[in-house]
T-cell receptor, first 117, second 111 residues
Framework: DTGVSQDPRHKITKRGQNVTFRCDPI?????LYWYRQTLGQGPEFLTY????????KSRLLSDRFSAERPKGSFSTLEIQRTEQGDSAMYLC???????????????FGAGSRLTVL | DQQVKQNSPSLSVQEGRISILNCDYT??????FLWYKKYPAEGPTFLIS?????DKNEDGRFTVFLNKSAKHLSLHIVPSQPGDSAVYFC??????????FGAGTILRVKS
């Protein structure tokens, strides 16, 4: 198992352009999470999927952001009409969760760093 | 609303001594707490967790203490090693759902 893979690792774009990030989770994991991290802050939750269903979205996730997990495997996070405030590290994580109480240990990828000029 | 707070942005410790990283939370519904470690250019990696029904969990050099009445937890690293130098994040979770992270503490272990 190669862990959680994210692509691209770094994306530089101009304001107003659309960008898409891809995440390949650990294959047996049923949950997939997207977080955003800016300098000096901890990861902030954006959204998560259980299999192909998107179960929760943060209020941080404006309508310019959309995430999909079409077949319950890989996921994409698209940001439309990027703004300079979108510059951040976008982290993907996966876990095997039954939905019951438990530690729900997330395994993170290395992240995709977005720079909006 | 900041549900998890790590009030010390950084900590510097001599190799071989104890490192104590602190974390406070406000959400009384959290039933598990986790600590993650992050090196530059890598994603956070899981370190240790504790259930809200326990007050201590130990794994090798790492021990997490939970004071539920004070809504406070701490991570002790003994003895500290230079390879422990990283950013440490505390996180809480409610009923196996998303993790809510603090802002992190940068630990520097000097040799």
């Amino acid at each position: 198992d190669t862990g959680v893979s994210q692509d691209p690792r770094h994306k530089i774009t101009k304001r107003g352009q659309n960008v898409t990030f891809r995440c390949d989770p650990i294959s047996e994991h049923n949950r997939l999470y997207w977080y955003r991290q800016t300098l000096g802050q901890g990861p902030e939750f954006l959204t998560y999927f259980q299999n192909e269903a998107q179960l929760e979205k943060s209020r941080l996730l404006s309508d310019r952001f959309s995430a999909e997990r079409p077949k319950g495997s890989f996921s994409t996070l698209e940001i439309q009409r990027t703004e300079q405030g979108d510059s951040a590290m976008y982290l993907c994580a996966s876990s095997l969760s039954s939905g019951r109480a438990g530690a729900n240990v997330l395994t993170f990828g290395a992240g995709s760093r977005l720079t909006v000029l | 609303d900041q549900q998890v707070k790590q009030n010390s942005p950084s900590l510097s410790v001599q190799e071989g001594r104890i490192s104590i990283l602190n974390c406070d939370y406000t959400n009384s519904m959290f039933d598990y707490f986790l600590w993650y470690k992050k090196y530059p250019a890598e994603g956070p990696t899981f370190l240790i967790s504790i259930s809200s029904i326990k007050d201590k969990n130990e794994d090798g050099r790492f021990t997490v203490f939970l004071n539920k009445s004070a809504k406070h937890l701490s991570l002790h690293i003994v003895p500290s090693q230079p390879g422990d130098s990283a950013v440490y994040f505390c996180a809480g979770t409610e009923y196996g759902n998303k993790l809510v992270f603090g802002a992190g503490t940068i630990l520097r272990v000097k040799s």
